[in-house]
């Protein structure tokens, strides 16, 4: 062993008040991200899950760098709805007032989604009309709940097909028991139970123009001339930092839809790399997450950016992609990785006046 390396375990050993000052001065400093966001008067926002906020690296990085909360999973249909009638609240309930506890906006996830049917719903063997009023009621109910509290709500989350069209049948229960019924009315129920909540429409896939943008693109519009009270459209942004997507395309891409009086928020964003992460991994990470941030502090009519989790300990990416991880801007440590200096630098550059 060096004498070196002994000398600094003697230290810890002996004096382990110098761990603490050791991470305590690898912690950020001010200003920190939902500071610098807000000059841009743009939301930075992270998603939690009712147990991620049993841990304590969460709960002092969360509320110090971010702005807006996403409810993860407590917001699901699944997770609300125990039966006609019957509602889980303890979760949500808890979130959402430690997030306006620290400041943050709650966004809303989600009123329709065909991955978070009640599975008392799917065995109810239910008519259109009959499913259509357990939705109507639902919205109602849990909007209405939360109303002048949750400011944004992801009305329909990814109703379309990899082609853009809207699902069929076999992948989506509410298409395969309402046909294309249950598109526009969530807007207009979620409309009236909360005025002034922003209602989005979110989707993975979408992010640069291509078919499915495209297809979201042509139902967005088609919705507006209808009269659907649409306000934002979600990107996902859910990258594997070995394929990130073409950000001119983003750009141009983010332009259409704010072109159409709409806002746009990067909703779920996390960069996954595989493997134990090497420099040039974490390198291009930073770069990735700069460019959506680029975009997002230069485009007027882009309202907020989430990340899919605080830091790397609770994010959903090792659970669903083998291998993957390292997703997020903290690591296991909490400790700040080379995205997080990248996402400062992008939003601590050229202040748009009026944005
Ligand atoms: O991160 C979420 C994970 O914890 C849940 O198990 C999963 C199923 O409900 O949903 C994940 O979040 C998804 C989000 O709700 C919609 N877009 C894709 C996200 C990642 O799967």
């Known amino acids: 062993m060096s004498r070196i390396i002994r000398s600094v375990l003697i230290v810890f050993l002996f004096f382990p008040g110098a761990l603490a000052f050791a991470q305590e001065a690898a912690a950020p400093a001010a200003p920190f991200l939902r500071d610098l966001a807000a000059e841009h008067n743009l939301l930075i926002g992270t998603s939690l899950q009712r147990g991620g906020l049993n841990n304590p690296g969460v709960r002092k990085t969360a509320p110090r760098e971010f702005d807006s909360l996403t409810i993860e999973n407590e917001l699901k249909p699944a997770s609300v709805s125990g039966g006609p009638g019957s509602y889980f609240y303890i979760a949500p309930d808890y979130m959402i007032a430690w997030g306006e ?87 207009r ?30 139902l967005v519009k088609k919705l507006l001339a209808r009269q659907v009270p649409i306000d934002g459209v979600g990107f996902q942004c859910h990258v594997a930092e070995k394929s990130p997507p073409n950000f001119k395309s983003v750009a141009e891409n983010v332009r259409r839809f704010i072109a159409l009086g709409l806002e746009v928020q990067f909703t779920e964003l996390d960069v996954r790399i595989q493997g134990e992460p090497t420099p040039e991994q974490l390198k291009h990470q930073a770069e990735i997450y700069a460019g959506f941030f680029e975009i997002a502090v230069l485009t007027r009519g882009v309202t907020g950016v989430t990340l899919w989790g605080a830091a790397d300990p609770v994010s959903w990416i090792p659970g669903a992609y083998n291998g993957f991880g390292s997703a997020l801007l903290f690591d296991d440590e909490y400790n700040p990785k080379p995205a997080y200096f990248a996402v400062k630098e992008a939003l601590g550059r050229g202040r748009l006046k009026n944005k």
């Open 101 to 187: 506890e620290h400041g943050m906006k709650i966004r809303g996830h989600t009123l329709v989604w065909h991955n978070s049917v009640p599975s008392w719903l799917k065995k109810a063997n239910l008519k259109k009309d009959q499913v259509l009023a357990f939705l109507q009621d639902y919205i109602a109910t849990v909007v209405g709940r939360y109303k002048g509290r949750i400011y944004a709500w992801d009305v329909l989350n990814e109703v379309l097909d990899e082609k853009g069209r809207l699902r069929d049948g076999k992948t989506s229960f509410w298409a395969e028991t309402c046909g294309d019924g249950y598109i526009e009315e969530p807007f």
């Open 189 to 218: 129920w979620a409309r009236a139970a909360d005025p002034k909540a922003r209602l989005f429409i979110n989707d993975y896939g979408v992010a640069v123009v291509n078919a499915k943008s495209n297809g979201l693109y042509a």
